[in-house]
């Protein structure tokens, strides 16, 4: 009998301990702009702000031994963002930005309108665009695919509570959404070409 | 699909990847995915689909901020994790002075053994006194030993040999003893003749060594080359 194995977050972690950096560039990839995002709200300088996610990143990887799974990797991994942007901020003899409070809840649109202030034109109209690509393909979709990813990305549902809401298996589920993301991805794919 | 080297099931695992709804999949499924993801390509096309994905979070992300070629560049230099203990980074705190405590407890045992080998219970004896070397008059040499307790004495007669005699007080006796007892002693009895002497050297050694100051550990060292050098006969 085949062994099988629940893979996620944990089961990654599990081999970046055992020393598989494959694994990690997958996390890095899936958690990049989530961590920026974040870093973003303490250091507003774009330039800066990757430099600090960079070395949050690094410096997970360096503590990955001492991750025990007691929290998702994710909240595990935004506290060591946080704290690298505010270690950074006292480095540099500034404080964090009082827009922006870690302990209010996540949601982003605040930070998107204080950062539009100290974005360069040209960051900005890129971000505008690439919103709106994926908008626009999101738009395209069937409604089909297009009920499974907004009710996934708009709404965080698992796919088993997707599937019982679309009255539908979980395979179905992973299935419409990956094709979702296919038709995001051609557009998206096209727009970062050109760019 | 965009890259024809990504297949249907890879797509599908790396969307499900991204929302962390893999499910069960099997140890070869598993290497098959994480062997996709060696690619550029099934990397390039991860990162779109994070990217896509955030902007529909409504996170803030500009194009073109991957992080994955600096955090790589970061951790290049890193050791593997397996390799530093599968948990736990550093020692706990309690740790660091338990570790004190054993050394501390080694060299003592150490102090001990080296005591107890030192046999503190020769019998009083003529205390050594420097080694001589003197040459024989016709070339042959004589390795002369004192060996109070054992009464013998070796007479061997190598090429370029050196007569190797206590001088002092006993010198005398010992030649006189061996005039009377000499014998041929077997090499494990040379040996022997060899540890008492150098237990004599030890004990002579430890007396004034306890009066002087740290330095007293040098006499050792030269006791054991002067033994190196005998047997070598320089």
């Known amino acids: 009998m085949v062994e099988e194995k629940q893979i996620g977050d944990q089961e990654l972690v599990a081999r970046v301990q055992k020393g598989d950096k494959r694994s990690y560039d997958l996390l890095v990839i899936k958690y990049q702009y989530k961590v920026l995002s974040i870093v973003g709200r303490f250091v507003k300088d774009q330039a800066e702000a990757q430099d600090v996610a960079q070395e949050a990143f690094i410096k997970a990887y360096r503590a990955i031994n001492n991750f025990r799974g007691d929290s998702a990797f994710y909240t595990w991994l935004y506290r060591i963002a946080v ?59 069937s409604e089909e695919l297009k009920m499974a990813i907004t009710l996934r990305e708009y709404d965080g549902f698992s796919y088993e509570d997707i599937a019982e809401i679309l009255d539908c298996p979980v395979g179905t589920v992973r299935s419409r959404i990956f094709r979702a993301r296919e038709v995001i991805d051609q557009e998206v794919k096209k727009f970062m070409d050109a760019e | 699909m965009n890259d024809k080297t990504m297949n249907e099931n890879t797509g599908q695992w790396l969307s499900a990847a991204l929302d962390d709804e893999l499910g069960d999949l099997s140890e070869f499924e598993i290497h098959q995915l994480l062997k996709a993801c060696e690619e550029p390509d099934t990397l390039d096309t991860f990162e779109r689909y994070a990217l896509a994905s955030s902007v529909l979070s409504g996170d803030v992300v500009n194009p073109g901020s991957s992080l994955l070629v600096g955090v790589r560049t970061g951790i290049e230099a890193e050791p593997d994790m397996a390799m530093t203990g599968s948990t736990g980074g550093e020692r706990p705190q309690w740790l660091r002075p338990l570790g004190r405590v054993a050394v501390a407890a080694s060299v003592a045992v150490a102090v001990v053994f080296g005591a107890n080998m030192l046999d503190t219970s020769t019998p009083d004896e003529v205390r050594p006194t420097s080694p001589v070397l003197a040459q024989q008059n016709g070339g042959g040499i004589d390795t002369t030993t004192s060996a109070d307790n054992l009464n013998v004495v070796r007479r061997a007669v190598p090429e370029n040999g050196v007569t190797y005699v206590s001088d002092g007080a006993a010198a005398g006796n010992y030649t006189a003893a061996a005039n009377e007892t000499s014998m041929t002693l077997s090499a494990r009895q040379l040996q022997q003749v060899r540890q008492q002497r150098m237990r004599r050297y030890l004990m002579y050694h430890l007396e004034h060594a306890s009066l002087n100051n740290n330095s007293g550990m040098l006499p050792f060292a030269r006791v054991s080359n002067l033994e190196t050098e005998t047997a070598t006969g320089h």
């Open chain 1, 83 to 141: 704290n690298t942007a505010k270690n950074y901020l006292m480095a540099r003899k500034r404080r964090p930005s009082s827009d922006f409070d870690i302990d209010d809840d996540e949601s982003s649109s605040d930070g998107i309108e204080a950062l539009q202030d100290i974005e360069t034109p040209e960051a900005s109209y890129a971000r505008d665009q690439l919103k709106e690509v994926v908008e626009s393909a999101l738009g395209s979709l």
